[in-house]
């Protein structure tokens, strides 16, 4: 009788223990801009990577700039656009992106701030592109499916026209902070370097230490990725965050066991407590490389949302979770932690697409490896 009390007694001290609520204790908390929402567009690529510069930028010159996140988007449009028209229509085209293609984007049309391209028409508050987005693909179909196969020779100066009516005319030259300035020479002045970012992924269908085009549907541009063991890209991460770098991320939010507004993502080892998870603590899944390969090709890991990694904490059993900015806004009734939600080791081992660093943030034996 009294060692079935203390089986009893035992079950339930564990019972509690796995209910117990979040308790995170700071360990790295970097610098980064307010949080922001996106609107009502899938520029989560644009949003994140901006965050990100906007961090370098802080690190570089102890600057505060609020960057232009339309600039990019304005600039990266007309180049899906060619994408698309030039690929016949067997192509990508969506709103989606990827951290690389604002680093394109920067390297050849330069950084403007916020408050000179904000992508808002007179009235506007808020981002929205769902028309634009269905004008576009409704132009580019019938340019692609012109019936006499001739492409018009005006479709370039068509996409333009939408940009400008939906998003606005380019920058060529402006005044910041009393000082006269073109997008390349205010680009000089923040002392980002797009050359120095490097974009790391972790497959096993690839080899390890080589540079590999990342086949995923948001890889429009088809950037180029260094590919290291699961262990390595993690290392990276911990090692940029420990020495003052943030970290861009590509992820995959479509899990249960994703929720901004309780503000935790997790891996729990029983799926049974995955809705449980998202309010107290419960032993999550060992995440092995082979592990997320599987995820990744069975579908169960897709590339949906770009964030910003900021920080770690640890919970009160010691977990070690990262920090992620996102780009949904501040509303408490829809987000938690101010717009950060908290990834768990576990879930940032599996549902990590990939990351972008800049390459000082590398751990010298990974750089070594990469020849970096």
Not at 111 to 126: K, Q, S
Not at 259 to 284: F, M, R, T, W
Request: net charge negative.
């Amino acid at each position: 009788m009294k060692q079935f009390l203390l089986s009893l007694a035992i079950l339930f001290t564990l019972n509690l223990t796995a209910q117990e609520a979040y308790k995170f204790t700071t360990i790295t908390d970097l610098e980064t801009t307010p949080v922001i929402s996106q609107g009502i567009t899938g520029t989560c690529w644009s949003f994140s990577s901006t965050s990100f510069l906007e961090s370098e930028i802080m690190r570089l010159t102890g600057k505060k700039i609020d960057l232009s996140e339309m600039y990019q988007v304005r600039n990266t449009y007309p180049l899906k656009a060619e994408n698309f028209i030039m690929r016949q229509g067997k192509a990508q085209f969506s709103e989606g992106g990827l951290a690389h293609d604002v680093m394109n984007s920067v390297e050849k049309y330069g950084l403007v701030p916020e408050a000179v391209f904000d992508g808002l028409n007179t009235g506007e508050t808020t981002h929205n592109h769902a028309e634009m987005v269905a004008v576009l693909e409704a132009m580019l179909k019938t340019y692609v499916d012109n019936p006499g196969r001739k492409l018009s020779k005006k479709w370039r100066t068509a996409i333009e026209g939408v940009l400008d009516a939906y998003i606005g005319k380019n920058v060529t030259n402006f005044t910041f902070e009393e000082k006269q300035y073109t997008p390349q020479t205010f680009l000089a002045m923040t002392k980002i370097q797009p050359a120095d970012y490097v974009n790391l992924s972790s497959f096993t269908h690839v080899p390890f230490y080589s540079k590999f085009i990342l086949n995923i549907p948001d890889n429009w541009s088809n950037g180029s990725f260094y590919n290291v063991p699961l262990d390595e890209m993690m290392a990276t991460i911990d090692n940029a965050l420990e020495n003052g770098f943030t970290v861009e991320l590509d992820c995959d939010v479509s899990e249960k066991t994703f929720s901004s507004k309780d503000g935790v993502a997790v891996i729990p080892e029983i799926s049974e407590n995955n809705i449980k998870a998202l309010q107290g603590i419960y032993p999550e899944k060992k995440i092995t490389q082979e592990y997320r390969q599987e995820e990744f090709e069975n579908y169960n890991t897709t590339d949906d949302h770009l964030m910003h990694i900021t920080g770690m904490l640890r919970d009160q059993h010691g977990t070690k979770y990262y920090k992620v900015k996102n780009s949904w806004g501040t509303d408490e009734t829809r987000v938690a932690n101010g717009g950060y939600v908290y990834f768990s080791e576990g879930y940032m081992r599996l549902k990590a697409i990939s990351v972008t660093v800049h390459k000082d943030a590398l751990p010298k034996n990974t750089a070594s490896k990469l020849n970096l």
